[in-house]
């Protein structure tokens, strides 16, 4: 069983749409994640969600929104897509904030054309 | 500045040599985490430490909180280890930082 998964594998879509990324883990954990991955392979985190307390990175455009129905889901919601949000999306999940093993979900490569 | 440095960004090693990759850091951390992304793209936690040293296999992963430094070393490397490894920090307001990685070649 996997246990952090994301929903689609790949996404292409058109300038302007709205479109939202799946997210759900099977693992208990409290916490779970969101990171962009650039052309350049530079990882940065966009979310942390904890016990519904959601954490921002100041540098997310407010067009991204995370979704948490529970505990065990975190869905990304991004409104109006730019060509720069063209870059893989990885979820992630650990027991609690910032001293426990992270773990990934395989990655959602969105390309906005 | 990055608040996380990693060095070396490239580094292509011979079947069976010994390879040691550092990341320094400035923010105030909570554990330092050592990450590997395959060539496939899949990213799995290798390492999570607050101090002193943490083995798996062939994979060593140290850490001096006063120098605020860490190395991950690779004893007897393989070409399946060739793969990105990143450095990741979180701070004392949960916000994590990412290295830009140290992309690492196997040679057979």
């Known amino acids: 069983d996997t246990a952090v998964s994301q929903t689609p594998k790949y996404l292409v879509t058109q300038m302007g749409n709205d479109k939202s990324i799946k997210c759900e883990q099977n693992?208990?954990?409290?916490?779970m994640y969101w990171y962009k991955q650039d052309s350049k392979k530079f990882l940065k985190i966009m979310f942390s969600?904890?016990?519904?307390?959601?954490?921002i990175n100041e540098t997310v455009p407010n067009r991204f929104s995370p979704k948490s129905p529970d505990k065990a889901h975190l869905n990304l919601h991004i409104n109006s897509l730019e060509l720069g949000d063209s870059a893989v999306y990885f979820c992630a999940s650990s027991q609690a904030i910032g001293r426990n093993e992270q773990f990934f979900g395989p990655g959602t490569r969105l390309t906005v054309l | 500045k990055n608040e996380v440095e990693q060095s070396p960004q490239n580094l292509t090693a011979q079947e069976g040599e010994f390879i040691t990759i550092n990341c320094s850091y400035s923010?105030?951390?909570?554990?330092l985490h050592w990450l590997q992304q395959h060539p496939g793209g899949g990213i799995v936690s290798l390492f999570m430490l607050s101090s002193g040293k943490k083995k798996h296999g062939r994979l060593i992963a140290t850490i001096n909180i006063q120098e605020k430094h860490s190395s991950l070393h690779i004893t007897a490397s393989h070409p399946r280890d060739s793969a990105v490894y990143i450095c990741?920090?979180?701070?004392?307001?949960?916000?994590?930082?990412f290295g830009t990685g140290t992309s690492l070649t196997v040679i057979p």
């Open positions: 923010v105030g951390i909570s554990a």
């Open positions: 693992l208990g954990h409290d916490t």
């Open positions: 969600y904890n016990n519904k307390e959601l954490i």
């Open positions: 990741a920090v979180p701070n004392t307001g949960n916000q994590f930082y």
